[in-house]
């Protein structure tokens, strides 16, 4: 076992015995029962002080679902309590604009950002443009999850600070499940397009555009991490090993992975698909107008809000597996804050990374977002698991996470993914499996060798 796989074993062992002792059915259903707050009011920043008051920072905020809107109350409470103000900016919805974004301003040295959310991904890459924070978050560093500190430690330096996890669920309508006789949501992806084609077919008699199931299929990161999904739970390894770097894509399992999916489009899946991000699979799905989904942890907080047509008839469980041997697979994602290295106020930044990665705003963010908190004290909080009831849930789908490659390939990580995800959309496009795979195979490793 590699010491990532073992990381993450680890990770998913302490989450299970956390969690272990919540006696609670497979799906997150208690919504109905816990109207989520709709004016959100975040918590006082704990023990202001207004030493730096009059400062400006510019914060690159989150932008997915409810995201910007939590970004701003928590930015507008931090400037009462500090006097420090904040410019939020909502960054662009895909990870990949952003990263573009963010290179784009570092290599302007620019002052103008100064806090930014990082994808999980990133902090190799980026890690020359950040600060170190270790020595002013020597106190908070070792609450947060282990197996995320240490991705976000380079070279010895801490670059940022965990924020929230994210892991996927298949989120599903339980109405409709019980309407067509179907007792549990589905284990493997036989089950799920059974289901899925069953329920369209009847869905469609009265909503002509209703489909079977959502996900990410644009050309973009998330079609990496949803592609992992399909070649790990098919029992086709990760496309880059961890520990070894070994590229494994063209593959027999991978193949029938990328080919079932290729299936989904125009089939269970809408045609459209393959231009979905998250907010196109969540728009749809929230709209009622699918009975699966494959989506991250704001998702569920997101369509239960009480102006949403799906409130309270949203279950969600691990996702499939490709037979029953196989096992399910969560790509690991989830955000962090850094501070800029071209920063003109360190103290004021880190002051705010500080608040928000503090327990009382993720442990609010958790209730009113549903983002999984990176604090470990957090999960045995039983007032907080109570309020939220994904939390309830959320144990076998992060014993299933895997992590993309990125600190095996740090610099290349980007490119690499963006060679995985590019032959991916080829083959859901209609590209010959075999053939596409083979190249995606040797330009990976081309690429790999040139790196080291
Ligand atoms: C989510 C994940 C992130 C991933 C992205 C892909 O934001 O947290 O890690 O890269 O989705 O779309």
């Not at 290179?103 to 103008?112: C, E, G, H, T, Y």
């Not at 806090?115 to 560093?141: K, N, Y």
């Not at 009847?202 to 079977?212: I, K, L, S, V, W």
Request: hydrophobic share 40%.
């Amino acid at each position: 076992m590699s010491q990532r796989v073992f990381r993450l074993a680890v990770l998913s062992v302490l989450l299970m015995g956390l969690l272990g002792c919540q006696k609670r059915p497979p799906e997150a259903d208690q919504a109905a029962q816990q109207p989520p707050k709709a004016d959100y009011v975040a918590p006082p920043v704990p023990g202001a002080n207004r030493d730096l008051a009059g400062q400006r920072i510019t914060f690159y905020g989150d932008a997915v679902g409810l995201a910007a809107a939590l970004d701003k109350v928590t930015a507008k409470r931090f400037e009462e309590d500090t006097g420090i103000q904040v410019r939020v900016v909502p960054r662009p919805n895909s990870a990949n604009e952003t990263y573009a974004t963010y290179m784009r301003l570092f290599q302007a040295k620019s002052p103008d950002a100064d806090v930014l959310t990082l994808d999980v991904i990133w902090p190799g890459a980026m890690a020359p443009h950040l600060l170190d924070l270790s020595d002013r978050f020597q106190t908070e560093a070792p609450e947060h999850l282990p197996v995320i500190r240490e991705n976000n430690t380079i070279d010895g330096r801490l670059v940022a600070i965990p924020w929230y996890v994210d892991v996927p669920f298949l989120y599903y309508r339980k109405d409709l499940l019980t309407k067509y006789g179907f007792r549990r949501p589905p284990t493997t992806w036989d089950e799920l397009e059974r289901m899925a084609a069953t329920i369209q077919e009847g869905e469609r008699q009265t909503a002509p555009r209703f489909t079977g199931y959502v996900w990410q299929g644009n050309t973009y990161e998330g079609l990496t991490c949803n592609a992992l999904e399909w070649q790990v739970s098919q029992g086709g390894g990760n496309f880059v090993d961890p520990g070894t770097g070994q590229v494994r894509i063209h593959d027999p399992q991978a193949i029938a992975a990328f080919r079932r999916a290729a299936r989904w489009v125009g089939g269970i899946s809408p045609r459209g698909v393959t231009g979905y991000q998250e907010e196109d699979a969540r728009n749809i799905f929230q709209g009622g107008n699918a009975v699966f989904m494959r989506n991250w942890p704001y998702a569920y907080a997101a369509a239960n809000t009480p102006d949403s047509p799906v409130r309270g008839k949203i279950g969600a469980v691990p996702l499939p597996r490709g037979t029953l041997n196989d096992r399910s697979a969560s790509t690991l994602g989830g955000w962090q804050l850094g501070v800029s290295g071209y920063t003109r106020h360190p103290e004021a930044a880190a002051a705010f990374v500080r608040y928000m990665t503090s327990p009382v705003v993720e442990a609010w963010r958790a209730e009113v977002g549903s983002y999984l908190p990176t604090r470990t004290g957090l999960y045995r909080d039983m007032a907080l698991l109570k309020r939220q009831p994904l939390l309830q849930v959320v144990a076998p789908v992060l014993s299933a996470a895997v992590a993309r490659p990125s600190s095996v390939a740090r610099e290349a990580y980007n490119e690499v993914s963006t060679l995985y995800f590019q032959g991916v959309a080829d083959i859901l496009l209609g590209g010959d499996a075999e053939k596409v795979t083979a190249e995606m195979q040797a330009d990976i490793e081309r690429l790999l060798r040139a790196e080291r």
